[in-house]
């Protein structure tokens, strides 16, 4: 297996120094542990599946990808939901990396990187794809009972995963098929794990539609062991990688809470928070 320092950093070389630090800085953040250790585990699961690819820049791209994750997710949580148009606007301007206005949001830069690694043959359905995932993040802001809430957490899982799919489809060689439906089924469950360490956190922050009670808590952890039984039954071998998975996510977000807290990672522009996707 490839260790995660051999490939993070191979794209943010054509930003100017002080970027770099500050993507380093980003990067290395204890609220974002838990996406920047998911590349190394994708990169285990290609092995897997006994698929080709070009490990440094599959590497390389979803550690930009889950790091955009990371920082949107952190940014949706603690600004107004509908800034995350500005993302899209982000995405859809011309590059510009090596600018000066690249420093003026760290979601802007990491927005630019993310958007430097897109291929054009896969630039269209990426874009498609953020959208479905925006539109579905707040149906999920909308959902009024746990099996809503359930069936659009599963869906934001599968998008996240098939974006960071479609992300690395160039870089993969022949038998990648079986490996999206994969990856689809982990991140569905993948969220529902993280609603199920964050519910109570994000009912006090007001961003549930319902209030969650102890048969909700019942409810969301029989369908992760359910879900999780099945995916573990399909895929044995992966076991032991789903559980360390796990540990780490609980782990990391006990580390996060007990880290000092920083200054906020979205500027403000005319009184509008930078914004997620």
């Not at 990187?113 to 990426?126: E, G, R, T, W």
């Not at 809503?148 to 599963?154: G, V, Y």
């Amino acid at each position: 297996m490839m260790a995660g320092s051999s490939f993070r950093y191979l794209t943010i070389m054509v930003l100017p120094q002080h970027l770099q630090r500050t993507y380093r800085e980003l990067a290395a953040n204890p609220k974002y542990q838990h996406f920047t250790r998911i590349p190394v585990r994708i990169i285990q699961c290609i092995d897997y599946f006994s698929i080709p690819c070009d490990r440094e820049a599959v590497g390389d791209r979803l550690h930009g990808y889950y790091l955009f994750i990371g920082v949107v997710d952190d940014a949706i949580d603690s600004s107004r939901l509908e800034t995350g148009r500005l993302v899209l606007d982000y995405l859809n301007r011309a590059t510009v990396l090596s600018g000066e206005e690249v420093g003026r949001s760290k979601l802007e830069l990491i927005t630019e990187v993310l958007k430097y690694q897109i291929s054009d043959s896969v630039h269209s359905p990426m874009m498609n794809q953020l959208r479905e995932l925006y539109h579905e993040v707040i149906s999920e802001r909308c959902a009024t009972e746990i099996n809503s809430f359930i069936e659009h957490r599963q869906k934001v899982g599968s998008l996240t995963a098939e974006l960071s799919f479609t992300l690395i489809r160039p870089h993969l060689g022949n038998g990648h098929e079986r490996l999206l439906e994969f990856m689809k089924h982990v991140g569905a469950l993948g969220c529902l794990i993280d609603s199920l360490i964050d519910l109570n956190k994000d009912r006090r922050l007001g961003l549930l539609g319902f209030d969650p009670k102890a048969k909700d808590l019942v409810t969301l952890a029989r369908r992760i062991l359910r879900d999780g039984m099945r995916l573990s039954l399909r895929n044995p071998r992966l076991c032991g990688l789903f559980l360390q998975a796990i540990v780490d996510n609980v782990r990391d977000r006990f580390r996060a809470e007990r880290n000092v807290a920083q200054p906020s990672i979205v500027s403000e522009r005319k009184g509008t928070a930078a914004g997620v996707a």
